[in-house]
């Protein structure tokens, strides 16, 4: 497992933009893919984005065009990106950072099951 630290969020308005950042530490060499969920009060946590080993991003369909996710090495460090813009109201959630051992394909990634490393996650408040 590695340790996951998100950072990043805040209150927006609507339309404006967020970048989140996780940093993760520890067996780094574990953590193939690498995904953002969120969960809003009284819903289910959902998952948003997801960058596989090959650095291929996919994207939940309420966020295509507006979130793009990207990862970085650096020393003995992992760091994982979401660049959120044209924040809608509907994207108010607590966003976490997820990682994988597996390396995931299309069809399994968006499984919350198949990560086994999360942070404790960053609050997005967007207002209208």
């Known amino acids: 497992q590695v340790q996951l630290v998100e950072s990043g969020g805040g209150l927006v308005q609507a339309g404006g933009s967020l970048r989140l950042t996780c940093v993760a530490s520890?067996?780094?060499?574990?953590?193939?893919?690498m995904a953002w969920y969120r969960q809003a009060p009284g819903k289910q946590r959902e998952w948003v984005a997801a960058?596989?080993?090959?650095?291929?991003?996919?994207?939940t369909n309420s966020v295509k065009g507006r979130f793009a996710i990207s990862r970085d090495n650096a020393k003995n460090m992992l760091y994982l990106y979401l660049q959120m813009n044209s924040l809608k109201p509907e994207d108010t959630a607590l966003y976490y950072c997820a990682a994988s051992p597996s390396s995931l394909i299309a069809s399994t990634i968006r499984s919350l099951s198949q990560y086994d490393s999360w942070g404790q996650g960053t609050q997005v408040t967007v207002s209208s």
């Open positions: 520890g067996n780094i060499i574990s953590a193939n893919a």
């Open positions: 960058i596989t080993n090959t650095d291929s991003p996919l994207y």
